[in-house]
């Protein structure tokens, strides 16, 4: 029997595929309306990009401090109320007695206070003896004109304006005028408040 003819097995040719030219990416850019809106038809795109929507900017709160709202009262547009109402001074006896006596004393310590935590520290002596120029000028006015509140009105806009609270100066001005100790106390355990977050 006539064997037939072995015939060599050819080698197979290879072909490595060419990388396919890079496509062309269309990046969408609009109004806020279109951001969820394709990108316009093209053949050659394979990839919508969309441009992201604005985060909201991390608001970095000048001075620096603790908690400036320990007991995560609701806050709107206006800011918010008081951590402790006015007439909840008596919950501090102790500051409130100092505060109608001899108001120079915790004026002073709660200026001092506020000063520090301004700076971003708060004060290791929370106030201190409270017996400092301040007192002297608060005693002062107080016993020459008996009008040492007026110091007070300014100090309890600032910690408004820094704990956000509602508020304006005609009421400052007569919670100072009309209600020294119990606004006094009620500015001095606002302090605290941002104290004990920072662990003082």
């Given at each position: 029997?006539?064997?037939?003819p072995?015939?060599?097995?050819?080698?197979?040719?290879?072909?490595?595929?060419?990388?396919?030219?890079?496509?062309?990416?269309?990046?969408?850019?609009g109004?806020?309306?279109d951001?969820?809106?394709?990108?316009?038809d093209?053949?050659?795109?394979?990839?919508?990009?969309?441009?992201?929507?604005?985060?909201?900017?991390?608001?970095?709160?000048?001075?620096?401090?603790?908690?400036?709202?320990a007991?995560?009262?609701?806050?709107?547009?206006?800011?918010?109320?008081?951590?402790?109402?006015?007439?909840?001074?008596?919950?501090?006896?102790?500051?409130?007695?100092i505060?109608?006596?001899?108001?120079?004393?915790?004026?002073?310590q709660?200026?001092?206070?506020?000063?520090?935590?301004?700076?971003?520290?708060?004060?290791?002596?929370?106030g201190?003896?409270g017996?400092?120029g301040?007192?002297?000028?608060?005693g002062?006015?107080?016993?020459?004109?008996?009008?040492?509140?007026?110091?007070?009105?300014?100090l309890?806009?600032?910690?408004?304006?820094?704990?956000?609270?509602?508020?304006?100066?005609c009421?400052?001005?007569?919670?100072s005028?009309?209600?020294?100790?119990c606004?006094?106390?009620?500015?001095?355990?606002?302090?605290?408040?941002?104290?004990?977050?920072?662990?003082i």
């Open positions: 029997m006539q064997q037939q072995h015939h060599a097995q050819q080698p197979q040719q290879l072909f490595m595929q060419q990388p396919s030219p890079p496509q062309q990416v269309y990046v969408h850019v109004n806020v309306d951001y969820n809106q394709p990108v316009a093209n053949d050659d795109a394979s990839f919508a990009f969309f441009k992201p929507q604005a985060m909201p900017a991390m608001v970095v709160v000048p001075g620096g401090g603790g908690n400036r709202n007991k995560n009262l609701p806050m709107d547009s206006d800011g918010r109320e008081w951590s402790h109402g006015l007439c909840d001074c008596c919950s501090d006896v102790g500051t409130c007695l505060a109608t006596f001899f108001p120079c004393i915790v004026y002073a709660n200026k001092r206070r506020y000063e520090h935590l301004n700076r971003g520290q708060p004060d290791p002596e929370r201190g003896s017996f400092n301040d007192c002297l000028m608060h002062c006015i107080t016993c020459c004109f008996g009008i040492g509140c007026v110091l007070q009105i300014p309890r806009g600032h910690l408004r304006s820094r704990y956000h609270i509602k508020g304006g100066g009421g400052d001005c007569m919670v005028w009309c209600c020294t100790p606004g006094l106390t009620q500015e001095a355990r606002e302090l605290e408040l941002e104290e004990a977050s920072m662990g």
